[in-house]
């Protein structure tokens, strides 16, 4: 069992900073392939940023260059730092880590945090 806990989100004016962080509980998280999505109002989930268990990193197009992922195994916990941000980055913000065991798919999903960027 995994339990996923993100914090670090709030109000941020267009071209600010925010970092997010999620902690993880459990004893896979340095096999897990982890990642930070978004969903908007009216709108569908979205991966932003991933990161495998060998921390190779992936990001969604509108977020390439402004947002950096990483991971701390020895803390188990990922962060999703947030540079340059605008307006339609708003929304609620879910951590999610997916690991196999035995054939088995796992995949566990943090309850969110808000980020609104507005003036």
């Known amino acids: 069992q995994v339990q996923l806990v993100e914090s670090g989100g709030g109000l941020v004016q267009p071209g600010g900073s925010l970092r997010l962080s999620c902690a993880a509980s459990?004893?896979?998280?340095?096999?897990?392939?982890l990642g930070w999505y978004r969903q908007a109002p009216g709108k569908q989930r979205e991966l932003v940023a991933g990161?495998?268990?060998?921390?190779?990193?992936n990001y969604a197009d509108s977020v390439k260059g402004r947002f950096t992922i990483s991971r701390d195994n020895a803390k188990k916990m990922v962060y999703l730092q947030m540079n340059s941000l605008k307006p339609e980055d708003t929304a609620v913000y879910y951590c999610?880590?997916?690991?196999?065991?035995?054939?088995?798919?796992?995949?566990?999903w943090g309850q969110g945090t808000q980020v609104t960027v507005s003036s």
């Open positions: 459990g004893t896979i998280f340095s096999i897990a392939n």
């Open positions: 990161i495998t268990s060998g921390s190779r990193t």
């Open positions: 999610n880590a997916i690991y196999y065991l035995n054939h088995d798919k796992y995949d566990y």
